[in-house]
T-cell receptor, first 111, second 111 residues
Framework: NAGVTQTPKFRILKIGQSMTLQCTQD?????MYWYRQDPGMGLKLIYY???????DKGEVPNGYNVSRSTTEDFPLRLELAAPSQTSVYFC??????????FGSGTRLTVV | AQSVTQLGSHVSVSEGALVLLRCNYS??????LFWYVQYPNQGLQLLLK??????LVKGINGFEAEFKKSETSFHLTKPSAHMSDAAEYFC?????????FGTGTSLTVIP
């Protein structure tokens, strides 16, 4: 099993550019999440989804958008990249809010 | 919303010494509690979890944690540190399908 797969692993964006961080899971988990991790700040929830077609804002949603058209995929969209979005992004999934399985992360730098 | 406090952002221990990483949560109702470990440039891996069964929980790699309701604590311990234990450790509490993470404790093991 691949678990939770995130692509790309690294990316450098220029201010104002847009990109999509991909996340897919093959465990048939209904819940999926996007977190960002900044040094000394722990993980902050950006968006989450409890099933296909349902998404909700987390603690730090500004500047991001998500969609959940299938159970497997939960892409995160950055429309106008800003330096404040330089971070490591983690996707995770769980079955009905139980144990999380994390992806290996996407390291994003906005310059 | 829940909150999790990890005392000590950096902990250093000698190889073979006791590891103690502290975690306190805010909740009037015993929650689900978790410890995750993050090795450099990797995602988070589940170490152990408390789900209202035994108060002493054993996890992988020789780690264990004790749930103390009176102290609202869930401290992580390991009797003898190994060099391979050097990593970032996160305590988390689950509420309504969402995880709330502490800010992390970086463990250094001195040879």
């Amino acid at each position: 099993n691949a678990g939770v797969t995130q692509t790309p692993k690294f990316r450098i964006l220029k201010i104002g550019q847009s990109m999509t961080l991909q996340c897919t899971q093959d465990m048939n988990h209904n819940y999926m999440y996007w977190y960002r991790q900044d040094p000394g700040m722990g993980l902050k929830l950006i968006y989450y989804s409890v099933g296909a077609g349902i998404t909700d804002k987390g603690e730090v949603p500004n500047g991001y958008n998500v969609s959940r058209s299938t159970t497997e995929d939960f892409p995160l969209r950055l429309e106008l990249a800003a330096p404040s979005q330089t971070s490591v992004y983690f996707c995770a999934s769980s079955y009905s809010g139980g144990d999380y399985t994390f992806g290996s992360g996407t390291r994003l730098t906005v310059v | 919303a829940q909150s999790v406090t990890q005392l000590g952002s950096h902990v250093s221990v000698s190889e073979g010494a006791l590891v103690l990483l502290r975690c306190n949560y805010s909740s009037s109702v015993p929650p689900y509690l978790f410890w995750y470990v993050q090795y450099p440039n990797q995602g988070l891996q589940l170490l152990l979890k408390y789900t209202s069964a035994a108060t002493l929980v054993k996890g992988i790699n020789g780690f264990e944690a004790e749930f103390k309701k009176s102290e609202t604590s869930f401290h992580l311990t390991k009797p003898s540190a190994h060099m391979s234990d050097a990593a970032e450790y996160f305590c988390a509490v689950s509420e309504k399908g969402q995880f709330y993470f502490g800010t992390g404790t970086s463990l250094t093991v001195i040879p």
